[in-house]
């Protein structure tokens, strides 16, 4: 079955404890990302990968890190989590960015007190 | 830049139509439609490749007009199972800009 997995789905914090949210996905897509969702203010961008080793900044970048060291994982990072990252996730793929359908994995809830 | 959506909520009865306007402030290459039902993951809807290209889902279908950079998501006889927040998203150019921008949503609420 085609998916993308993310995990975990729920995680409880503190500020400053590194965390891991990982991504992966089955269907060989080239481009992945990753989203923050808040209340009215829709799905952000924080970063973009291309390809493998080909990663960029999205809208919302600020706190995060990402790899791409294989093609089918994604891993967001947050180094210092702050209470203001406290938010829903998703990780996305596709084929390409702009004109192929995107699996939208089914989320992570952060909350960092 | 995040496309500007509107409304920001509808609600409807069971059988009604609606319109959901997606707008950006730079040139529009392609839009993307996703809906999203409460506590999941947002699921494709359509895509619009070119201008004014129409396509259909069922009794949803969409246009996309390049000039005036805007796309239109329609709704025909609803169904309880369209409720839910829609989203547009538009790619970025190319060149240095690969994002793909959502909007901030609509949320659609079908009441029997």
């Known amino acids: 079955e085609a998916q993308v997995t993310q995990n975990p789905r729920y995680l409880i914090t503190v500020t400053g404890k590194k965390l891991t949210v990982t991504c992966s996905q089955n269907?060989?897509?080239?481009?992945m990302s990753w989203y923050r969702q808040d209340p009215g203010l829709g799905l952000r961008q924080i970063y973009y990968?291309?390809?493998?080793?080909?990663?960029d900044k999205g809208d919302v970048p600020e706190g995060y890190k990402v790899s791409r060291k294989e093609k089918r994982n994604f891993p967001l990072i947050l180094e210092s989590p702050s209470p203001n990252q406290t938010s829903l996730y998703f990780c996305?793929?596709?084929?390409?960015?702009?004109?192929?359908?995107?699996?939208f994995g089914q989320g992570t809830r952060l909350t960092v007190v | 830049q995040q496309p500007v959506q509107s409304p920001q909520a509808v609600i409807l009865r069971e059988g009604e139509d609606a319109v959901i306007n997606c707008s950006s402030s730079?040139?529009?290459?392609?839009v993307h439609w996703y809906r999203q039902k409460h506590g999941e993951a947002p699921v494709f809807l359509m895509i619009?490749?070119?201008?004014?290209e129409q396509k259909g889902h069922e009794k949803i279908s969409a246009s996309f007009n390049e000039k005036k950079q805007q796309s239109s998501l329609y709704l025909t006889a609803s169904q309880l199972s369209y409720s839910g927040t829609y989203f547009c998203?538009?790619?970025?150019?190319?060149?240095?800009?690969?994002?793909?921008?959502f909007g901030k949503g609509t949320l659609l609420t079908v009441n029997p």
């Open positions: 996305a793929s596709s084929f390409s960015y702009s004109n192929t359908e995107a699996f």
């Open positions: 269907m060989n897509h080239e481009y």
């Open positions: 990968s291309m390809n493998v080793e080909v990663t």
């Open positions: 730079k040139a529009l290459y392609s």
């Open positions: 619009l490749l070119k201008g004014g």
């Open positions: 998203g538009t790619p970025g150019s190319g060149g240095s800009n690969y994002k793909l921008t």
